[in-house]
């Protein structure tokens, strides 16, 4: 049977057949280099950004396609298919940073920073996590306070995607009282900013061609125009806001990532023989694939659902936390199972399905590990 995403459309189709084909000739030979050197180059950044691929749901009036979000869907789905290496990159810069400041930006924040971070020549990063708080997000202690025209900034952030490329990071920084009201949101232009500085391009078990740094900011100086919204202290409710958003980006990712590794084991178990017959023919083989087989498609309605539910502007923060742990938690397990039924060969870094194994891991943590989206959906028992 074929099964068509029911938010897909033709022109869509037509877009994706395109820049499929971009990033299977044009990319894909590239992400070893990324690999190796721990960073997409910007020139696959600005290659995007020609191919409409970056924030395609921003308006015309600001360099974009003015596309629904069922755009942003498809180009997740697209490079997580075909390289994976840059799927958290561009989720980072779109779907999550560009989406605050889409959302909460002035005009003036718009026509500044959105046309850049369309063409690539912008890439933006966001930057919750601070080494002493993750899920705490209320407990942050960095600080940015207000002198005359300007905040002044001074703290530390850990684990940001992007971090060593970022031009433009959306900062969650305290400029009030302690919780979550003291907390805003402030864009800090990395590239001119004195006092801020990067760290390290960390070191990770896994997703090497993902910068993913550390952030310092000592007296850091930045215009009091670049903070979002119209007042101080909205930014945890801006965050929560927005995190539907980037817990769906994460289950698309998942997803697609299930529906891959399946694909690369039926590949692979068709052809190795043992026994005198294709690993496919043991009926464990193809009864563990069976199972996983049905578990994407399970997944993928659900992921469709949420999607059609986004792109109506309706998905409420439980069930993105709903989609964001099962999925992801089935995106782990379908690896592990499907890097199993490739012997010794799938804990080889030659074979994709062991990228796609310890790739997969992060997705579990980060975005909101999936014990909070636990408790997010608990409260609503
Ligand atoms: C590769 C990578 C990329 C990342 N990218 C970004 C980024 O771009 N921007 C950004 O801001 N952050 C980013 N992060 C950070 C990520 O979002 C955090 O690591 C994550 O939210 C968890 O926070 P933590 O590491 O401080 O863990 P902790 O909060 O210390 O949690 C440790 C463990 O305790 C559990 N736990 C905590 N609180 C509870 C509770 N109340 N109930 C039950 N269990 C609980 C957690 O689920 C987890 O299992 C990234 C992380 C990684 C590793």
Known sequence: MSYRSSWMTEELEAFRDQFRRF??????????????????DRAAWLALG?????????????????????????????VESIVPELSTGIVAHGAITASYLLKFGSEEQKRRWLPKMVTGEMIGAIGMTEPGTG????????????????????GQKTFISNGQAADLIVLAARTGEAGAKGISLIAVEATDCKGFRRGRNLDKIGMHASDTSELFFEDAVVPAEN?????????????????????????????VSMERSIRLTVDYTRERKAFGKPLLEFQNTAFKLAERKTEAFIARVFLDWCVERMIAGDLDTVTASMAKWWCTDKQVETADECLQLHGGYGYMQEYAISRAFIDARIQKIYGGTNEIMKLLIARSL
């Open 23 to 40: 990033l299977a000739k044009d990319l894909a030979p590239r992400a070893e280099t990324w690999r190796r050197q721990k960073l997409v």
């Open 50 to 78: 020609e191919m409409g691929a970056l924030l395609p749901s921003v308006s015309e009036a600001y360099g974009g396609l003015g596309a629904s979000f069922a755009y942003e869907a498809s180009v997740i789905e697209d």
């Open 135 to 154: 899920s705490d997000l209320q407990s942050i202690r960095t600080t940015a306070i207000r002198r005359g025209k300007t905040y002044v900034i001074n």
């Open 227 to 255: 903070l979002l919204g119209t007042s101080e202290g909205q930014g945890f409710a801006q965050l929560m806001q927005q995190l539907p958003l980037e817990r769906l980006a994460i289950a698309i990712a998942a997803v």
